[in-house]
């Protein structure tokens, strides 16, 4: 980080740059760019840890602010723009992936991690260990996901992971990321998503059937319920109870 900063203020010294300088270094650099808040976070980090131990500087570090957070609400699909993926991944291990990463609301790298060991066929639930927050949960397994997992283990056989590579071992992050840029070419829907998009999507169709925040806070693994109630912005359950007053409109 202070290489980078630094360089783009060559030939200026350590001691001659300004706040002015890291305030054009932001701009010119950080935002043009298009780097994210965390690494602006960082960068910020960096500059003022590294400037509280000079001495006759211009730059006073607890002047910098750190950015604040946007509070971006993330896509969500519709039932329909689910289905339709899926529908249109024919291969039986990739529609296995997506549709265990909707159906449970996972994240990818749990879905990644998790071992045929972790799935109690009879109970329907999976054990997901040590999760973000090195936070352990169960998780229930809809009958429909249980006949898909079936069959595709009896079909492809994997011998420890549940979704392994080529080679063994775990299957890649990468490789999964491809399955659906394909099956979202295939199915003609353009929004900009990610694998997460599909656990987002599970949590606000979960919110518009009626299940309690609490429980759908429990079921993605939360530590904090106000993570949870971001769902509660992209679901139109509520909004499309609202009436409005132009439907009254006699035009």
Known sequence: MLVVFFRFHYPKSVNEISEKDVLRFNVDYIMANGFSYTYQNQMINAIK????QQGNTTLVPEN???????????????IEEVKLILQNTINLKHKTLLSLLYSCGLRIG???????KDINFERRFMHI????????????IPKQMIDLLTHYLESYKPTEYVFQG??????????ARQILKRSLRSSGISKQITLHTLRHSHATHLLENGTDLRF??????????KTTMIYTHVSTTSLDSIKN???????
């Open 49 to 52: 840890l590294f400037y509280r």
């Open 64 to 78: 910098l602010e750190r950015p604040k957070k946007s509070k971006k609400l993330p896509v969500v699909l519709s």
């Open 110 to 116: 749990e879905t990644l991690k998790l071992r045929i």
């Open 129 to 140: 260990k040590s999760a973000k927050g090195s936070k352990d949960r169960y998780v229930p």
């Open 166 to 175: 080529q080679n063994g071992g775990m299957y890649s992050a990468v490789s």
């Open 216 to 225: 759908i806070q429990e079921l993605l693994g939360h530590n904090n319920p």
């Open 245 to 251: 007053p132009f439907d009254d409109f006699d035009i």
